[in-house]
């Protein structure tokens, strides 16, 4: 007999989750909730389910919060997460996939998009566990249709609130039916107020920034001619020949052991620096001098990513994996550490279609946005994606008896890498996001112990 499955609901609204969870339970699910992200997290700590089923909005601590805290503790990082809201669009989507959700549902959820999205996270095998017959059904609703065709009058059972009405009389049914569907007026007022507040949040930023830019156009001085200094370009000059001459000497060194076979077998190859790392031609020859020429390469590496993908995933998380490995052949003791930073790029369109990038002419005050809307915070869970999150808490590199640690940190965007163009008339999308790809960088060092 297959294990029943575990889903955990999480929404301030009554009436929400119990319509979700007599959904769940048709098929087979196992249905515990939660009136906030508070007591979400109190629950976890000693069960795990097998999915949550997260709203927005709730009081105290909302449920990108809540996302970003399960994410961020190990122990519960791999539960997958589906936002159940009325909010909805591609930036809604983007930011709830940045923190770690697998994806979005509607509060007007119908059975076969749920069914579908039970499916994808391998909770649901069979179509015939939808099906309305009674013997597929939970002894409580089979008691409810008997009862129905037995006596006509409505019998209802709400386990959360813990009320068992059995024809009852129709003043108490309309005031329990009026209670229900003022919680979702409420409901429904509270994401009308948070949609009208994100967008009079996202207009004010955008002014703001354009004034300011404005008014320190205006206030900056203008510098004056100074007398150029010989003394820093001596000196530039000396660093710059000492520089070199230190680079020749470790060329010369690389190349004379890539010249020589390693006990008697195929020549090692050296990694250069091409932001990939490439295969060991002899893996058992590792542990000899050429990996010093690997640590070497290693130490201080930038990757760069596109302005539509989170920092953390893709050909990062295979150039991480293939780094630790490599380590670990090495016998690397100490510490990996990856600092993301994110660009902000000059973007058209809006929440409900989506952005893109613009024609490489259009001028940076015609940009709808100047931000990044697959990673909208600089938190370490927003820049992972979900597969970094599994791969970082299932790699055996990373296990506690490994001498092997990674440490992620997200640099804040608000100190660039690369400091982005003054915003001026002649400034052109062209020109931001250059700078903005540059600032879309993934940082890795080495620290040995």
């Not at 039970?118 to 095998?125: I, M, P, Q, S, T």
């Not at 076979?261 to 060991?280: C, D, L, N, W």
């Not at 596109?306 to 893709?314: N, Q, V």
């Not at 600092?339 to 989506?354: I, K, R």
């Amino acid at each position: 007999m297959p294990i029943q499955k575990h889903a955990l609901v999480v929404d301030d609204s009554k009436s929400a989750r119990l319509v979700l969870r007599r959904m769940l339970e048709k098929y087979t699910l196992a249905v515990d909730t939660a009136n906030s992200a508070s007591e979400a997290l109190e629950y976890l700590i000693h069960n795990r389910p097998d999915v949550i089923f997260m709203d927005h909005m709730m009081p105290g601590m909302d449920g990108f919060e809540a996302v970003k805290a399960i994410k961020s503790n190990p122990a519960t990082a791999t539960i997958p997460i589906l936002m159940y809201t009325s909010k909805g669009g591609d930036l809604y989507l983007s930011q709830a996939r940045a923190l770690g959700a697998a994806g979005i549902l509607p509060k007007s959820v119908a059975p076969a998009e749920l069914f579908d999205s039970l499916e994808r996270l391998g909770l649901v095998n069979d179509r015939r566990e939808e099906s309305a017959s009674t013997d597929d059904e939970p002894a409580s609703e089979r008691a409810l249709d008997i009862h129905q065709r037995s006596t006509g009058p409505a019998s209802f059972y709400d386990s959360e609130m813990s009320v068992n009405i059995r024809a009852a009389p129709p003043d108490e049914l309309d005031t329990r039916i009026r209670k229900l569907l003022e919680e979702q007026r409420v409901e429904l007022r509270k994401d009308i107020l948070v949609c009208m507040e994100s967008v009079s949040k996202r207009v004010g930023t955008k002014f703001d920034h354009e004034l300011e830019a404005r008014l320190e156009h205006l206030a900056a001085p203008v510098a004056p001619a100074t007398q150029t200094s010989v003394v820093p370009g001596v000196l530039l000059s000396i660093l710059l020949f000492a520089s070199l001459a230190w680079n020749y000497s470790l060329y010369q060194d690389i190349k004379s052991i890539q010249s020589e076979p390693v006990s008697g077998k195929a020549p090692v190859v050296v990694p250069q620096p091409t932001g990939r790392i490439e295969p060991i031609a002899e893996k058992t020859a590792v542990t000899s001098a050429p990996n010093w020429a690997f640590l070497d390469w290693a130490m201080n590496q930038t990757m760069a990513y596109p302005y539509d993908e989170i920092a953390l995933d893709k050909s990062r998380l295979d150039t991480v994996n293939a780094l630790l490995e490599r380590l670990a052949d090495s016998g690397f003791k100490g510490k990996v550490v990856l600092q993301t930073h994110a660009g902000e790029f000059c973007m058209l369109g809006n929440e409900d279609s989506g952005y893109r990038l613009p024609p490489p002419e259009l001028r940076i005050d015609k940009c709808d946005l100047i931000g990044n809307p697959v990673q909208p915070a600089d938190t370490p869970a927003s820049h992972q994606s979900l597969a970094f999150a599994n791969f970082y808490n299932s790699t055996p590199y990373l296990a506690e008896e490994s001498p092997i640690r990674l440490e992620i940190t997200a640099l804040p965007r608000s100190t660039p890498l690369v400091v982005y163009p003054e915003r001026l008339e002649g400034t052109t999308a062209l020109d931001w996001n250059s700078a903005a790809e540059k600032n879309n960088r993934v940082i890795l060092r080495l620290e040995p112990q």
